[in-house]
């Protein structure tokens, strides 16, 4: 009888770790799909923190993250360097979506969205719903992971490729990558957290509360010169005209053909810049830019105390690169 235990007990067990096994193996991307739906679904409120390092023209950059997300739509996103200084903050709310940056008391607002060709880097909903979405993807399976590489559609004249991992039990992000067209990888954010459970009050999305993050005290930068920033990138064909530098405000121009463009920098003024109509929200990795609609359109942006205003007729893609390319130029 004893026996007979023994074997019923090491049989069970058996068909324990053979149903394990086959259920691990069933893992297919059908089921992750599945599942990703019903995370999206029942996905109403995260914070999430993570690391990300931007390499772009020679340039390494880290950036720490931390992002709040409240159902229906409320978040906010905090971009902080490399010594934990708050620098930029992007938070949605019932009036319109604010970039605000808290050293220089500055902030935008205006009515719109993120830009649809960028892919998504810190709100994982969007995530889930690029996967969901793409005609285009690949998905792999190793030990504790799941990944899809993804191709960017619209094409983007920057990126190439997004690649997503995820935990394999819980489908958490664990690292987002993305890539060029070359395949070298420009950007990637490794999460350091994600809690499902946390929970904000509106207060918590209110941009005066961002503000509030900087120094009481007027910046030594404000009255100090910056000299002439300038792109390191432009379009084939593209050229700079002229450049005047008055007043501390710097003006450059440039053409391509027939085509023109307006570059602006000068110290911001500390005060909340309503934008009309609408416009896009787009992530120049760790630096969030807006851009107005139109024909002939406006990037704006800040970095290093300097706030810059692209105008011209290229697309937001290219004006994107331009930015980026402003990022390792130091003032002449």
Not at 167 to 196: C, G, M, S, W
């Amino acid at each position: 009888m004893a026996m007979r235990r023994i074997r019923a007990a090491l049989w069970t067990a058996m068909c324990v770790l053979l149903l394990t096994a086959v259920a691990g193996c069933g893992r297919t991307e059908g089921s992750v799909l599945n599942d990703l739906r019903n995370l999206r679904d029942s996905l109403k409120h995260y914070r999430s923190v993570a690391v990300m390092n931007v390499k772009t023209q020679g340039l390494e950059q880290v950036y720490h993250i931390e992002t709040w997300y409240q159902e229906p739509n409320y978040y906010r996103i905090q971009l902080a360097d490399s010594r934990g200084q708050v620098q930029q903050v992007v938070i949605r709310n019932d009036q319109g979506i604010y970039i605000v940056s808290p050293p220089l008391k500055k902030s935008f607002r205006f009515n719109g969205d993120w830009a649809d060709n960028q892919g998504h880097l810190y709100l994982f909903g969007s995530v889930i719903d690029r996967i969901l979405q793409s005609p285009n993807r690949t998905y792999t399976r190793e030990k504790g992971t799941v990944t899809f590489d993804l191709t960017m559609k619209p094409d983007n004249p920057l990126i190439g490729k997004q690649r997503v991992i995820l935990d394999d039990r819980t489908l958490y992000p664990k690292q987002i990558a993305f890539f060029d067209r070359q395949n070298h990888e420009l950007v990637t954010v490794q999460f350091q957290q994600f809690d499902p459970g946390a929970t904000f009050k509106a207060s918590d999305f209110d941009p005066q509360q961002a503000l509030a993050l900087g120094p009481k005290d007027e910046p030594t930068w404000a009255s100090e010169p910056f000299g002439v920033i300038e792109p390191t990138w432009l379009p084939q064909g593209w050229s700079r005209t002229d450049v005047q530098d008055s007043g501390g405000t710097v003006i450059l121009r440039y053409r391509g053909g027939a085509e023109g463009l307006t570059l602006t920098e000068a110290h911001p003024v500390r005060t909340e810049t309503a934008l009309p109509g609408r416009a896009e929200l787009w992530d120049l990795f760790g630096v969030p830019a807006v851009v107005t609609e139109g024909n002939v359109r406006t990037m704006y942006w800040t970095r290093d105390g300097v706030q810059f205003a692209m105008t011209g007729a290229l697309s937001p893609e290219y004006m994107a690169r331009i930015a980026i390319s402003t990022f390792d130029a130091s003032g002449k």
